[in-house]
């Protein structure tokens, strides 16, 4: 689901990706939002592509999907976590990955926990995912052994990925 194999050595990498947006918009001066604009359109100017984290919840806004260079939005973990059983956290997740979507933005699901959560997310056609059922957190040394794991077990076998450890 979202997922791609590894650059090819030689080859020239993706545009670096950063989430950092929100920490720019709630640290960087608060009261000089004209100089944090101006600091995200240079981000992107440099091919830095910015996200918005945890969409939906604390100081992220609609606003903000209009004005901001993003390219991505994170759908907060507290739609996400609970919306096998919870029907309105299953509607609002739903609405966000549509909203992204019409704005020509991917969209990340944060928090995903479980199979069922992850069957949800297809089925709301959600772009990309992240939670301990995917990985828990792991040592840099130890990632790259785990994503050739993870890439060979279920790269092309997208119904189920490999349960985290």
């Known amino acids: 689901m979202g997922r791609a194999p590894p650059e090819p050595q030689g080859q020239k990498p993706h ?3 950063n989430g950092f ?3 720019i918009r709630m640290h960087h001066r608060p009261g000089d939002p004209v100089r944090a604009q101006r600091l995200l359109e240079a981000l992107a100017a440099m091919g830095v592509r910015l996200s918005i984290d945890d969409f939906g919840a604390g100081y992220t806004s609609l606003g903000q999907l209009k004005r901001l260079p993003v ?3 994170k759908n907060d973990r507290s739609f996400i976590t609970n ?4 029907p309105s956290d299953a509607l609002i997740a739903c609405s966000i990955i549509d909203l992204g979507h019409s704005l020509g933005l991917t969209v990340l699901a944060e928090g995903v926990e479980s199979a069922e959560t992850l069957r949800h997310l297809r089925r709301f056609d959600c772009d990309n995912v992240q939670g301990y059922y995917i990985c828990r957190p792991v040592p840099a040394a130890a990632f790259d052994a785990w994503r050739v794991s993870y890439l060979t077990s279920t790269m092309f076998r997208p119904e189920e990925p490999a349960p985290a450890e």
């Open 15 to 17: 545009p670096r990706h």
């Open 71 to 73: 390219t991505e939005i």
């Open 21 to 23: 947006l929100g920490f």
């Open 83 to 86: 919306m096998a059983t919870e």
